[in-house]
């Protein structure tokens, strides 16, 4: 239960990196008002459209008595529009991270400059178009393993009780969980994590990882909150990722102590 709390702190400590380092900010808020603008539409465009695809979807309920059909459409309206939510919270952070590459990657070079003992940052070396290309690739693997999460809590959604009540908070999870991974990816990418390692690394520390990226996801259930939250979120995931692997963090910060260091166990080496 400890890495809960631990995430946490990862994520309020990245605001306050953020709120310290104001240029690196204000150049973090641009990608997130570019898609909280694209966002906001397509949610503008489903709650206006959205009654006619639920009526045009269930013809059956045509012959139903009143009040049966505009109930039973209503409902399945609701779901939609939530369903519709859940993808946009699930995919905000990556077609966020996919615009502004470069704001946050240099974002998060600062932040490894800022707390490495030595001073330096990892690099991966590629070229601006291929760290795009590799981005754009795990954000698409990523979207369709969530997508296979929202089909089946929205298929959950219906079992009473259990709909209303289990199935929420578990969405709010699987929600951190892939907030997580799509914002650690920025500092993992640079040291040749690939997707693959990416997620067993995080799976083998859930707790910490939900502690992160679960009230995140709440918070980002606000559109105007995840842009001013963006950038310190990405910071926080980079004092994150270094935790997860291992990595020294220059003494003296108040950040918090990675957890294999504070139970006394020697440092893991670093995933590649």
């Known amino acids: 239960m400890r890495d ?39 949610l503008v465009a489903l709650g206006v459209w959205g009654g006619d695809f639920v009526t045009w979807a269930t013809p059956f309920a045509d012959d139903w008595s009143s009040p049966w059909p505009g109930l039973f459409r209503g409902f399945l ?33 600062a932040v490894d400059r800022d707390v490495s003992p030595d001073g330096t940052a990892p690099e991966s070396g590629l070229p601006l178009w291929r760290e795009l290309w590799i981005s754009a690739r795990d954000s698409l693997r990523v979207l369709v393993r969530a997508g296979v999460w929202g089909v089946l809590l ?10 209303q009540t289990v199935v929420p908070v578990i969405g709010f999870f699987v929600t951190g ?11 993992l990418q640079r040291r040749d994590v690939d997707l693959r390692a990416r997620l067993a690394l995080l799976r083998s520390r859930k707790t910490l990882v939900w ?3 679960t009230p ?3 918070a980002f259930l606000v559109p105007v909150v995840a842009v001013f939250l963006m950038p ?16 020294e963090t220059r003494d003296g910060d108040d950040r918090p102590e990675p957890d294999h260091l504070a139970a006394g166990h020697p440092e893991d080496e670093p995933t590649r």
């Open 4 to 42: 809960l709390g631990v995430g946490f702190q990862y994520l309020v400590e990245g605001q306050r990196w953020a709120a310290r380092n104001g240029r690196q900010y204000g150049f973090g808020l641009l990608p997130g008002l570019i898609t909280l603008v694209l966002y906001v539409a397509a």
């Open 77 to 109: 309206l609701v779901v939609l529009f939530a369903l519709g939510l859940l993808l946009a919270v699930l995919t905000f952070t990556a077609v966020t991270l996919l615009i502004g590459q470069p704001f946050y990657e240099s974002l998060s070079e």
């Open 154 to 163: 929205f298929g959950l959604g219906f079992v009473p009780f259990v709909g």
């Open 177 to 187: 969980f892939f907030l997580t991974e799509e914002l650690t990816a920025v500092a």
């Open 211 to 213: 502690g992160f990226g």
């Open 216 to 218: 995140l996801g709440l």
């Open 232 to 247: 310190g979120a990405v910071a926080g995931a980079t004092l994150m990722a270094r935790d997860l692997l291992g990595e």
